[in-house]
Nanobody
């Protein structure tokens, strides 16, 4: 069974940086497109950044100029580079991706388990 696995969260001081990673387990799957979401306690889940199959990316206004989404097709990984982090960036970050199944030639959408990012001094 395929899973999305996120990593890279943690505790960082304001102004610091973190890089989140998202990978699909299983050799028969590749990532077509991916989106990073975040959710703080009591808040709705928010789209942070997305990258399409064509490599084009979009960002929520609050992270423009500070966050960067990218993909490594050779390693089948998606990254979220977060710089100049602020306390309001504190949230659980989730990876959502459309995966292509090379065995059945089908696509499906998956969610990761989430990784905690805490920005605090």
């Amino acid at each position: 069974q395929v899973q999305l696995v996120e990593s890279g969260g943690g505790l960082v001081q304001p102004g610091g940086s973190l890089r989140l990673s998202c990978a699909a387990s299983g050799t028969m799957f590749s990532i077509n497109a991916a989106t990073w979401y975040r959710q703080s306690p009591g808040e709705a889940r928010e789209l942070v950044a997305a990258i399409g199959s064509d490599g084009r990316s979009t960002y929520v206004d609050s992270v423009k100029g500070r966050f960067s989404i990218s993909r490594d097709s050779a390693r089948d990984m998606v990254y979220l580079e977060m710089n100049n982090l602020k306390p309001e960036d504190t949230a659980v970050y989730y990876c959502n991706a459309e995966l292509y199944n090379w065995g059945s030639h089908t696509k499906a959408n998956y969610w990761g388990q989430g990784t905690q990012v805490t920005v605090s001094s």
